[in-house]
């Protein structure tokens, strides 16, 4: 059972479009959300967070809005670039208890920006 | 400073075999995770620790799975016997302290890609 959902296996945009990443989950405990972002025989790379008190977290080009009625948050990428292109995961944690730490991730959209 | 070190990066072994993989985390970091990452499931957690202790063993699939971190600078998983559906890239990560690991900076390692024929 997935607790946390990328329905879109890939996405294809114009170098200077705007990318945006979708995330859907299930468990209403979870609290805070994380993208990361993976490069072919890499391993991924945390990009950008958000708590669950907030509904928005912005750093430079990269955008991640939370709509915790919705279960749901999304990356925005403005403006997308052709080094962008990568999968990127969604992850999703709850604190306290024995699940502290534990990160439930998605399956992960791949992004292809074409110049 | 270096990264978190896995290796092998690559193996391919036939079903029944013993596989190992292997894991140096970040120097200092207290707390390691071992995902696996298959293209219909994408990245699951297997298992983690905590200053050496196995914390959460849940997401380790059967019996034939298990890790072991013997000190702070090392931790292996194996799979006895390996079998076909095995087949997937292993990733391990470490986290500074319990504050790293709420804002999410777990540093992976590049991955063991495992090909059990």
């Known amino acids: 059972d997935q607790q946390v959902k990328q329905n879109s296996p890939s996405l294809s945009v114009q170098e200077g479009r705007i990318s945006i990443l979708n995330c859907d989950y299930t468990n209403s405990m979870f609290d805070y959300f994380l993208w990361y972002k993976k490069y072919p025989a890499e391993g991924p790379t945390f990009l950008i967070s958000i708590s669950s008190i907030k509904d928005k977290n912005e750093d430079g080009r990269f955008t991640v809005f939370l709509n915790k009625s919705a279960k749901h948050l999304s990356l925005h990428i403005v403006p997308s670039q052709p080094g962008d292109s990568a999968v990127y995961f969604c992850a999703a944690s709850s604190d306290g208890g024995t699940s502290y730490g534990k990160l439930t991730f998605g399956q992960g959209t791949i992004l292809t920006v074409h110049p | ?117």
């Open chain 2, 1 to 117: 400073d270096a990264g978190v070190i896995q290796s092998p990066r690559h193996e391919v072994t036939e079903m029944g075999q013993e596989v190992t993989l292997r894991c140096k985390p970040i120097s200092g970091h207290d707390y390691l995770f071992w995902y696996r990452q298959t293209m219909m499931r994408g990245l699951e957690l297997l298992i983690y620790f905590n200053n050496n202790v196995p914390i959460d063993d849940s997401g380790m699939p059967e019996d034939r799975f298990s890790a072991k971190m013997p000190n702070a600078s090392f931790s292996t998983l194996k799979i006895q016997p390996s079998e076909p559906r095995d087949s997937a890239v292993y990733f391990c990560a470490s986290s500074l302290d319990p504050s790293g690991v709420a804002t999410g900076e777990l540093f992976f390692g590049e991955g063991s890609r495992l090909t059990v024929l």
